[in-house]
């Protein structure tokens, strides 16, 4: 094991990976700009006619789910079933399962046709798919459900993956260790689509460093959650610190992130 | 009859309502941050397979048709029938009625098979449904089509609804009593989807006071304004008077709010 | 010829042209938002139900095939074929061209069958199209495909249109003549939709000066390329660049844009 969040993102701004999103209407631009911002080259296509050989092109697929509709989930799978047959690693973002019927069953239904390599979720929605109690409101978590790192390290072994479960603290982990993020800023939870943005940012980051995926997947939040500080610090509120965090992600210093990084 | 944007700001805050929104592409991201920032919870899901039971979690509906096409418009019907059902409040936003021969029809179908509560349009889009003379150009509203308070009392009427009319100077009718609400400010109009966040905020309002939507409706017109107002004082144009009008409404204070609200 | 983006600007502002797009999911937002700002009315609209009609009200359509799928492709084309029958300019941006199939086989079929004015896209996607070599990543152009004035000029006459490549310097062509363009900023770059902004812009100045599209088309890069250099003055990175963008587009000055413009 080797965390360094530095490394990985200097790696990342060489390569300038392709990093291939179906996602959410409501946040694909931010996604795409938190992408382009830390140095990775964001693509998003949706269509069957061409998902299979985009993810081809791609250093990493990343699967949302927070507006699907039928043939959206259809040219998920697709996607992801191609970035499996390639050894592409998928990070699937579940939004607001157990909120709704159709979007727990949508995400049951993507784990078990694709290989996905990290679920990045809140606590509420990766209770939902371990069977845990948890209070989903829409696509937002209300309240802790119980121990972030004891519901990252039984969902990874249930669904044989990483999990990555985002909250206050961070937890993430591949059924064995437990990974710890407490970087981040309570202004995240005031901009919509802060999660996607950190599902993206675990894709990139897995894009430039594949082989360590419980490693990539914690080292992505702590960058995100480090940028996200440095936003918070000018920002008035919710609308210039959404502007002030692509800023704040294109700046990333490789060379002290890995001493601002908070991971144990 | 009692009128105090402060009071329902200071509910909504408290019960974070999920506020459900069927809404266009365009401006997907900035009505949740606008609901968002204000302190109650967005959603965003048009699928048919899911759309009626997230709005019975939802505190209010917003229908929008800015970027309609059939199944939009069928999953807007269902999900308004439903919220009908459990006495939830639906907003509509008729973006572009009368530019198109669709948005027109589509706008009188929806209002034929659900009962809204609020329709939220510019002068234009309002005329065109109760057939008088409107310049609509696109989804923008071109000149005065008469007296702002006369359409909003004559569309409650013909239309069975709250009126809720925006403009220089808002009115806010149920066909009777008519509410004038004069916050706001001229760099609204160089941002795209202001009137569809002022729907979303309108939604807000119903979520937090259920029972006296004329009040709503109004109250949530001016605390919109009076965030413009706030978000305008430091502004060099629209970007960043888009970026500060989320903080502005993250910042807006019920303890003062009544002082400046300009209803009457 | 008499190339004058101040006097074109003015035009536009005067007459505020409606600007029918059909665009892709990530931009829809920036779009909208630029054409606001510069001055003219944008309107989106893809379903096949309106888009002859909407496009009929317009001065200007502007197709992009950033998120295609089947049915916006029908709609584009339906738009395109009454743009052309009305005498009504079109922009087409074939974002992605060459990076999968589908994407270049739409664009051939778009061009086959509708008469485009100006291809506005990078050096990558325009290669593509008249097969010369050129590495496209995802969507983004990656290196330089040989020299910008060759490849308008060749990409001009082949396709019978006008072509405006973009890149650190762009490249307007009717197959005869060449206008180099020498504004903008690094900082475009960074942010995602900055192209497709162009494209849109490039509509707006089509709709203002209908009668010259090379100069007009010209023109329009000058514009935007000059508001670049503008937003980037107060700029920390892509975050504030982007917010600055809209604040600096509606600050043109007509009276000093020829001036600045380096159109040669």
């Known amino acids: 094991m080797s965390v360094s969040p530095g490394r990985t993102l200097r790696v990342l701004r060489d390569r300038k990976p392709l990093v291939h999103q179906i996602t959410n ?3 694909m631009n931010e996604t795409a700009n938190a992408t382009l911002a830390l140095g990775a080259l964001p693509v998003m296509a949706h269509a069957l006619e061409e998902v299979e050989e985009m993810v081809g092109l791609a250093g990493a697929l990343v699967l949302n789910i927070g507006t699907l509709s039928p043939r959206w989930v259809d040219a998920m799978i697709a996607a992801g ?7 592409i690693p998928v990070v699937l973002d ?12 949508t995400t049951r239904r993507i784990l078990s046709e694709v290989g996905v ?10 209770a939902t798919l371990v069977g845990a109690d948890a209070e989903v409101r829409g696509v937002e978590s209300i309240g802790a459900a119980g121990d ?3 519901l ?3 969902a990874a072994r249930s669904l044989a993956l990483i999990a990555s479960v985002t909250g206050v603290v961070d937890h993430v982990s591949d059924g064995t260790r437990v990974l710890a993020v407490a970087n981040g800023h309570e202004l995240l939870a005031t901009v919509t689509g802060t999660g996607c943005m950190s599902s993206a ?7 430039a460093k594949h082989d360590e995926s419980l490693e990539a997947a914690a080292e992505a939040l702590a960058a995100f959650g480090v940028a996200a500080e440095d936003a918070a610090r000018d920002a008035k509120g919710p609308g210039t610190f959404h ?4 800023d704040a992600l294109a700046a990333l210093d490789p060379e002290t992130l890995d001493g601002r990084a908070r991971i144990s």
Do not use: H, I, M, S
């Open 152 to 154: 990252a390290r039984t």
């Open 243 to 246: 502007a002030n965090l692509y």
């Open 201 to 207: 940012v675990t894709g990139c980051f897995l894009a």
């Open 148 to 150: 972030g790192a004891d």
């Open 94 to 105: 579940p939004v607001g399962a157990g909120a709704t019927r159709y979007r727990t069953e």
């Open 81 to 87: 079933k191609a970035a499996n047959a390639g050894g």
């Open 117 to 126: 390599t990290v679920l990045r979720g809140n606590q509420g929605e990766v």
């Open 25 to 27: 209407y409501v946040v």
